[in-house]
């Protein structure tokens, strides 16, 4: 670990902060190792139930992978640190823990793609958002092709990675990039309420909203529809179920144990 990503909790939520200012938090390989690590310590942690991932300093979320180290890679090193970050963004897209993105300034490339693999996306009015890679001779490479198209469509993300060109707040907003556009001095604020909003709910039933969101998208609807009803029955043996449904009936306010 060498403190280019910091992790906080506080009353249930999980803050992961890239660290690396100096460089508007580019990615470098020393970033993505330590993101790997502090995801690691959040997927096994009891505290946290919820995450929100921002940058440090006042300018960026993250301006992207470290042009500088990938301007003397090989395709062989490529390919690892790819490959690396992959793993890495799709541990966060694959957290049992819902995360939220407090989207903070310049979201471009490689943060982008970070902020894609997160489940809900906040920005203030003076974020920037695109894909210049083509702009430097290569592609979005952790995952921006893919995501990018499966969450705005095809077309939509085609036109914002053929072109390079930065989408400002509104616009964002608009294509349904980030799911709220926030002042810029209540971006933490709205993201602690939104995961004060989750947090009060079963945690094990967040949980298996999340994974069957996330693996039925990828199946033909009848398989995803099946893997709901194995989901929802499962959740029928939880504690959870019986003191959600009990304290409806009992008009009182439920406590939840994530069992
Ligand atoms: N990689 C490495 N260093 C970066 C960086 C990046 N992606 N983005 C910014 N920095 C560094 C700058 O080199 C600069 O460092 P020095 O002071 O040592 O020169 C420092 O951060 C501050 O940046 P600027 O002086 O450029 O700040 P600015 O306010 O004038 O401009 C900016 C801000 C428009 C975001 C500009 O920094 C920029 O265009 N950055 C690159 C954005 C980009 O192209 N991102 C995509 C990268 S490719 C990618 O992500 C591929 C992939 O999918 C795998």
Request: glycine share 22%.
């Given at each position: 670990m060498n403190n280019t990503v910091l992790l906080e909790v506080k009353e249930g939520i999980g803050y992961i902060t890239i660290n690396r200012p100096e460089a508007l938090n580019a990615l470098s390989s020393q970033v993505l190792a330590d993101l790997n690590h502090v995801l690691d310590q959040v997927a096994t942690s009891?505290?946290?139930?919820v995450v929100i991932v921002t940058g440090a300093?006042?300018?960026?979320f993250v301006a992207g992978a470290d042009i500088k180290e990938m301007d003397k890679m090989t395709p062989t090193q490529a390919f690892e640190y790819m490959t690396y970050a992959n793993d890495t963004f799709t541990k966060l897209a694959n957290l049992r823990q819902p995360s939220i993105a407090a989207i903070n300034g310049y979201a471009l490339g490689g943060g982008m793609e970070l902020a894609l693999s997160t489940d809900i996306r906040l920005g203030h009015e003076k974020i920037l958002l695109g894909f210049p890679e083509v702009g430097l001779g290569?592609?979005?490479?952790?995952?921006g092709t893919q995501r990018m198209a499966r969450l705005i469509g095809t077309s939509k993300a085609k036109e914002l990675i053929f072109t390079a060109r930065n989408v400002k707040a509104q616009e964002a907003l608009e294509l349904g990039i980030i799911n709220h556009l926030v002042d810029v001095d209540s971006l933490m604020s709205e993201a602690e309420k939104l995961a004060k909003a989750i947090l009060k709910n079963a945690p094990l039933a967040v949980e298996k909203a999340k994974h069957v969101i996330n693996i039925g998208i990828d199946l033909p609807l009848s398989h995803a529809i099946r893997l709901e009803t194995e989901a929802e029955s499962l959740l029928f043996s939880t504690e959870d179920k019986i003191e959600g449904m009990g304290a409806f009936v009992e008009k009182r306010k439920a406590v939840f144990k994530r069992k």
């Open positions: 009891e505290e946290i139930g300093g006042e300018k960026s290569i592609i979005p490479g952790f995952a």
